[in-house]
């Protein structure tokens, strides 16, 4: 099996982000947090997509991530914006902060660039910062609705690496250049349950790349009774997982499902 580097966004994988904000999870997460209270903690914040809109509405939010870079990007617009976060850089498996939470959220960045046991480890320090009764929820995007499950099998994984997609974000900052970002399956581990996908960023001003940069990031691939597993592993007793940012019971027809797991009281 060949080795990659899997780096966390940083440089052009971080700046794009200074254009995104909001979301269609927003709503969901914060409806958690209304359910089960503040402070809340944002991890895989970023630049703090949904941290910024969440503490814009006034909910007492902090916000973790291992890039310093994320976190420099969600310092500097929260400033523009008038705000002032609490920001933590450490990764999910080091996770060692001065106060408990009532809600730990994690949008769409569990299983980036970590090992298993790294991932269980995140979990376990997650319930311990949780108060009694509080809760763990994050998003998981199934990777047999994804574009990579066709390398799974052996005769799949002849065809690796797989094309480059179509450029599928373009972001136009506010000097007008233009982000651009397309990506490709570079390998499948199907025993270690493990995807590299290689993203290609460039940054294009009057339609001349002015910057461009790939980086590769390793994938877990898990799936829900694994996932259940691990949290009750981890020390969560209630666990519920709903399909696509809603109370839906998961389906197999959901392309995202929403784990949420309780702290007992």
């Not at 420099?72 to 400033?79: F, T």
């Not at 790294?118 to 929820?137: F, K, N, S, T, Y």
Request: include cysteine.
């Amino acid at each position: 099996m060949r080795d990659y580097p899997h780096i966390s966004h940083t440089g052009l994988a971080a700046q794009q982000w200074e254009m995104i904000a909001g979301g269609d999870d927003v709503p969901f997460y914060r409806a958690r947090i209304q359910r089960y209270g503040e402070p809340a903690l944002d991890c895989g914040c970023g630049a703090g997509r949904v941290l910024r809109q969440l503490l814009s509405e006034g909910v007492d939010v902090d916000g973790l991530d291992v890039s310093s870079d994320m976190i420099a990007l969600c310092a500097e617009i929260a400033e523009r914006e008038g705000l002032r976060p609490t920001l933590y850089r450490q990764a999910f498996h080091e996770m060692d902060l001065p106060r408990s939470y009532r809600t730990i959220m994690i949008p769409g960045s569990f299983g980036l660039s970590a090992t298993r046991e790294q991932d269980l480890e995140a979990l376990g320090r997650m319930h311990a910062h949780l108060a009694p009764g509080g809760a763990l929820v994050f998003d998981y995007g199934m990777d047999y609705q994804s574009p990579s499950w066709q390398y799974w099998t052996r005769e799949g994984r002849k065809h690796l690496p797989g094309p480059w997609g179509a450029a599928h974000s373009r972001i136009r900052a506010r000097d007008g250049a233009e982000f651009v970002n397309r990506w490709r399956t570079l390998d499948v581990d199907p025993v270690d349950q493990a995807v590299w996908r290689q993203v290609h960023y460039e940054v294009r001003l009057d339609g001349v790349t002015v910057q461009a940069e790939t980086h590769t990031m390793r994938v877990r691939c898990y799936l829900m009774w694994e996932l259940t597993l691990m949290l009750r592993l981890a020390g969560f007793e209630d666990v519920e997982v709903t399909g696509d940012y809603t109370d839906e019971p998961a389906t197999r027809d959901h392309d995202t499902l929403v784990f949420t797991a309780r702290k007992s009281a």
